[in-house]
DNA sequence: CAGGAATATTCCTGTCAAGGAATATTGTTA
DNA sequence: TAACAATATTCCTTGACAGGAATATTCCTG
């Protein structure tokens, strides 16, 4: 059973965005922040959310908090989706199908 | 860019299980409610955000209005989620070659 | 057209999430 | 330890959203 907390965090523009940025490796809050034109404590409040969510994780480094992407939710999502990619590739399916008998009629 | 408004749309449970229940074919207004132990007025409100988020369609058949999963958002989700999955891949393929490693240093 | 079944909408209320501003906390360095 | 940089938290206000109850709408049938 999917996690709906997942499909919560990502529903948040900013944060989605940050979940975009991240993917490219972890970074700061002030790096983030910069990114998104986002003021120091939205950045923070968003990136909390994502790490309740387990979105990202955070390791201390010096004065800095580098969040990094973790991927266990988003597989977790890829998983989900597997029960219903079958749906549109039985449209391909039967595309495919229709095409291949057109094209017998054709002979 | 992926649209937040799919996430949003199952980020709130008994929508998701709407979903998943569509997933094995449309339903009517009154099935869905009563499979989900909803009154009317609260699985008429949900599907209503399905719609509008392009989750589902819908067809009237005589008194009944059938509602039917649209895969379209999903294979959003789907594509969206191509680029996270070199990220998981990624360790995969790490772990392959550390296991490669070591089974060569064996020899 | 009347009546009834299926569905949609409205109104109300309580809860929760988000941004802004201020402040607290933590860690670093001199 | 004082001062400063980076980050987190709190308080406040506002707006969105969900459920409940009542009602409106639509469509079919006699």
Chains 1, 2 share one sequence.
């Not at 059973?1 to 965090?9: K, P, R, V, Y």
């Not at 944060?15 to 983030?32: A, H």
Request: net charge negative; aromatic share 6%.
């Amino acid at each position: 059973m999917m996690d709906t907390m997942t499909f919560s965090a990502l529903a948040e523009p900013t944060r989605l965005r940050m979940v975009e940025i991240l993917k490219d490796g972890p970074m700061s809050v002030g790096d983030i922040a910069e990114r998104l034109a986002l003021r120091q404590p939205q950045a923070s409040k968003h990136l909390r959310v994502l790490l309740e969510a387990g979105l990202v994780e955070v390791e201390a480094a010096a004065n800095r908090r580098n969040y990094r992407l973790r991927t266990e939710p988003l597989e977790a999502m890829d998983t989900w989706l597997e029960a219903y990619r079958k749906l549109w590739n039985e449209r391909f399916d039967n595309l495919d199908d229709y095409l291949r008998q057109l094209q017998s009629e054709d002979k």
